[in-house]
């Protein structure tokens, strides 16, 4: 037990396991947390205000690839996870973990109408004694400056009555050697008892527990994290453009360069960024700079170069059909990979949809195969052809006038599609590994 001034009844119920942990938000980060909570040996409620989620995890199906159905049902077998949407049973819940979105609005500022209504929810029920969580990425200051007073409308002080504290979200969806359980998990409390809580209770769960100073700390780090990945992932797409004109493949510089053991770590470039929070989650920063009348130019930068990908890899296809006597106009295009990164069926943010806008403009004949994306989800800012996943086949290959590899799933069999296509323009070094037919193979 972590030493302190005194014990709190959650602190005996949490490390008696008898405490119930409460999870808002049943997406790409709750689901995998909850697992975490309950192979740890807690009974948790899942919340989520979309009833249709709720009805299918309660007849026991998921709706993520990554977390088996059976996962699902074996949670309900044992009593271990509840999934509702009544939102006025957050009073059960001895800790609530606040996973909800965190997008940008229409102009790019950050929207926290999700954490906003989840702190109304809580606060209209909250009572002595509970600990609430929040984990959503965002700017620092959300948990002191917006989600702090709605809770404190009902009467109950912090560090006193109930406990708040931070803690950012790490999952990394379809990555096999990292779980919710073994990535260390940074916490950092509203007050010292918020933090003694929030860390004793993640310490059942997870690996390793770093507590840091400050819900600010907390939140920043997570805003540092990915706006690393961003800028490194911007600087390696410039010297992608810069090295092809040069005639030198960046993929093979990186693979050197990465041999050196210190200070190099590889980021890789790609058709665009993509995803819930690379191509978000700094500007949530940025916005919060100008507000202190800073400008954040690494971050501006990055997100012009990144954004900027779609056109290159679009303007590398044109030239590639060109010196084959083709016109965009008319020629039959197809996409491979809907989804932002390999092997996960999360579309949000994939720069596919941008590639698709582009040549569609441009009079080309669209279609794509993504096996995690069987059709075309609607997407805010796109109006796309309806489209549906199309099957891999030598014939489907062989009509096609160019393949554009924009996810490189594992189940794609690389040397069939390059055997059987006449164009491929690959945007992730995924035909690395085919050695006949090459000089039909463009990297952009
Ligand atoms: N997906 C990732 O890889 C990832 C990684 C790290 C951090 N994050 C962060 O975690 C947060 C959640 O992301 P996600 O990918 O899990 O999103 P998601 O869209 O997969 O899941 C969020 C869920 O919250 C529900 N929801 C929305 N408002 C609600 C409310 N008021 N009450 C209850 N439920 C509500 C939605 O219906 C949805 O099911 C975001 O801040 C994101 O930036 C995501």
Redesign the pocket.
Known sequence: MIAGPSTQPLEIAINDKTARVGV????????PLIRAFIDAGYRTLG????QR?VDQLQSGKSY?KHIPSDWIAGWLAKDRFEPT?D?SRLREADAVL??????LNESRDPDLS??E??AV?IGQVLRKGQLIVL????YPGTTRDVVLPILERSGLKVGQDFFLAYS??????GNPSFTAHSIPKVVGGMDPLSSRLAELLYGQAVVKTVSVSSCEVAEAC?ILENTYRSVNIAMVNELKVLFDRLGIDIWEVIDAAKTKPFGFQAFYPGPGLG???IP??PFYLSWLARRHEMPTRFIELAGEINTSMPRYVVSRLAEALNDQSKPLRGSKISILGIAYKKDVD?P?ESPSFELLKLLDSRGAILSYSDPFVPQLPRMRHYQLPQLQSQPLSAEYLASQDCVLIATDHSAFDYEFIVSHSTLIIDTRNATKNVLANRDRIHKA
């Open positions: 808002v938000g049943l997406g790409y980060v709750g689901l919340f989520d205000v979309d989620k993520i949407s939102m606040i996973c909800v979105p965190t997008p999700y954490i209504s989840t929810q984990e959503s990425t965002t950012p979200e790490r999952e990394d969806p997570k995803g819930h929070c978000i989650d999360d949000r």
